[in-house]
């Protein structure tokens, strides 16, 4: 890990090294419904980034997928491996960065994320290198805060480059570093949050479902 994102699993780990769960136990409620209308085969693999202390690999895991994790938060495993024993399913996870990870070619039939903020410069680059990791068919689904988030205090970064453009982020996740993309769904809500202290009331979210061709 390079220096910046040493510091960020600093954060992290303080934030993540509490014995609440820092966004609650259950999985953020726009993956499970998009999720929900799959039907994972027996040997289905779903790879959840930035899961921080596990919650929707654990419960996508109880749905029957072979669920993996990679974040920089070593307390995020620490509680993603007591949620996933309380539930009595496994989840592999990794220490792992998005800038350094590699990624092997067509081997999850769905990634999803919640809150997975990062500078724009790494987003651009990285975030669509992850969908190379799907077969085709496979699902990505995500949920991130609007930059029209900013000014509100139900949770997601305090800074506009971390937050999301929905026009940018599509022309990201489809364009020279994605491989070919279907859009399912796209859009910008304003939602109300129940996740935790961290996220709860009124909140301005992008919603993304995309398929690999
Ligand atoms: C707001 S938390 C969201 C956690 C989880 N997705 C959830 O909804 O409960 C953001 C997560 O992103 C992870 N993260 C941030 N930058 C990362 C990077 N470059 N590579 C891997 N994980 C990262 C953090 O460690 C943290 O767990």
């Known amino acids: 890990m390079d220096e910046n994102a040493t510091s960020s699993a600093e954060m992290w780990d303080r934030r993540f090294g509490l014995d609440e769960y820092a966004y609650g136990r259950e999985p953020n409620q ?5 999720i ?3 039907t994972p085969k027996s040997n289905s693999r779903a790879l959840f980034p930035a899961d921080g202390e596990g919650r929707n690999a654990v419960w996508a895991a109880t749905k029957g997928w072979k669920a993996e994790v990679f974040d920089l938060s070593k307390e995020g495993m620490k509680k993603c491996f007591l949620l996933a024993e309380a539930h009595q399913v496994a989840v592999d996870y990794h220490i792992d960065d998005l800038v350094t990870r590699s990624f092997d070619q067509e081997k999850y039939d ?3 994320c919640s809150w997975f903020h990062t ?3 790494i987003r651009k680059r990285h975030m669509p290198r992850m969908l190379h990791s799907l077969n085709p068919g496979g699902h990505f689904v995500m949920e991130g805060y609007h930059q029209s988030q900013l000014p509100l205090s139900s949770g997601g970064p305090k800074s506009l480059d971390l937050l999301f453009d929905l026009d940018l982020l599509l022309a990201e996740m489809t364009g020279e570093y994605a491989p070919k993309m279907d859009i399912i769904h796209a859009s910008v809500e304003t939602t109300v949050l129940d996740e935790s202290d961290l996220h709860r009331g009124e909140a301005r979210v992008v919603r993304l479902h995309l398929t690999k061709t």
């Open 119 to 121: 500078p724009s410069v």
């Open 110 to 112: 769905l990634i999803a």
């Open 30 to 34: 726009w993956l499970k419904i998009r």
């Open 36 to 38: 929900e209308s799959m």
